[in-house]
């Protein structure tokens, strides 16, 4: 029978990504009830509920301001050292959420990947949107902390740059997606990655501006030895544009904001590619 006669039709595709790609606007509800599912299932039974999506970097900033902050002297000078390091932990928080999530979509969603056909990569995108909910709840609660601090005077500066954060939050699930998928393809063969996907996570933080403000240490300065090595952390030049458009310290270094893009989309097409063919033997192996 010719195949115009079905509404869908599962064929082998050969291009790395048309597979992929295709079928997600048609799986839409899918993708909405699996984003539904994930957020549902994280907070379930818990007491607080969502709550703990503000709960969670809220007491991460409180630990970073009195540790690294009052103690150690970490943070950044002419603007209050919370406000610094919740803008640094929320943007945190959603990355690595999502690159620990996706680094897992083939083992913790065998179950249904191997009992009916949709898009695999329905899964960790919907993964990504559930992430994003939680982002939205802690970026409204920075917000209220931000104009609070703006308008008691207290050396808080917003400009126009703030019109970037939605392309700055695209690019952190981006960067984040393309990285997870990567693990999680190779995890189907090597589970040992699977146990370094955390250690990996919280290393990659303290190699970010997240802790500490790398315009007050001399070698991570503009001018200083590991600059453009440390600069050449996509994650970094994400957070110091958020900073600077929010808080007004730090600068925007625009040669390697477009770096980061440029290695964010690499990660990206790498992951798909990756993804894309290890989805059609995957369970062979899982």
Same mark, same amino acid.
């Given at each position: 029978m010719d195949k115009e006669c079905f509404d869908?039709?599962?064929? +082998?595709?050969? &291009? #790395?990504?048309s597979s992929q790609f295709k079928g997600l606007w048609r799986y839409k509800d899918l993708?909405? =009830?699996?984003?539904?599912?994930?957020? @549902?299932? /994280?907070?379930k039974q818990t007491i *607080?509920?969502? #709550?703990? #999506?503000?709960?969670?970097?809220l007491l991460t900033t409180v630990v970073f301001t009195v540790i690294f902050g009052n103690v150690a002297g970490l943070g950044a000078s002419g603007v209050p050292s919370f406000?610094?390091?919740?803008?640094?932990?929320? *943007?945190?928080?959603? %990355? +690595?959420?999502?690159?620990?999530s996706t680094a897992n979509t083939f083992? +913790? !969603?065998?179950? @249904?990947?191997?009992?009916?056909?949709?898009?695999? *990569? @329905?899964?960790?995108?919907?993964?990504?949107?559930?992430?994003?909910?939680? =982002?939205?709840?802690?970026? #409204?609660?920075?917000? @209220?902390?931000?104009?609070?601090? *703006? %308008?008691? &005077?207290?050396?808080? /500066?917003i400009n126009l740059f703030i019109l970037m954060t939605p392309l700055l939050f695209a690019q952190l699930a981006m960067l984040a997606l393309g990285f997870g998928v990567i693990i999680s393809a190779l995890t189907t063969k090597y589970r040992d990655l699977i146990m370094l996907v955390s250690f990996i996570v919280e290393l990659w933080k303290y190699m970010s501006p997240i802790a500490y403000d790398m315009f007050n240490m001399g070698v991570l300065a503009p001018g200083g030895r590991f600059y453009a090595l440390y600069m050449l952390n996509p994650a970094t030049p994400i957070v110091n544009v958020f900073r600077f458009a929010y808080l007004g310290i730090g600068q925007?270094?625009?040669?390697?904001?477009?770096?980061?893009?440029?290695?964010?989309?690499?990660?990206?097409?790498? &992951?798909?590619?990756?993804? !894309?063919?290890?989805?059609?033997?995957?369970?062979?192996?899982?």
């Open positions: 869908v039709v599962i064929e +082998s595709e050969q &291009g #790395a990504f993708i909405f =009830l699996f984003v539904k599912r994930e957020f @549902v299932s /994280k907070y *607080l509920g969502p #709550a703990w #999506a503000v709960i969670q970097p406000a610094f390091y919740f803008s640094g932990t929320f *943007l945190w928080t959603f %990355f +690595s959420g999502c690159l620990t083992i +913790s !969603n065998s179950g @249904v990947m191997g009992k009916v056909y949709f898009p695999r *990569l @329905v899964m960790p995108i919907s993964t990504v949107l559930s992430q994003m909910i939680s =982002l939205g709840i802690q970026f #409204a609660m920075f917000i @209220v902390f931000d104009l609070y601090y *703006l %308008f008691t &005077g207290q050396g808080v /500066k925007i270094d625009w040669l390697f904001y477009v770096v980061s893009w440029i290695t964010t989309i690499v990660l990206f097409i790498i &992951g798909v590619f990756m993804f !894309n063919k290890v989805e059609r033997t995957f369970m062979d192996t899982i």
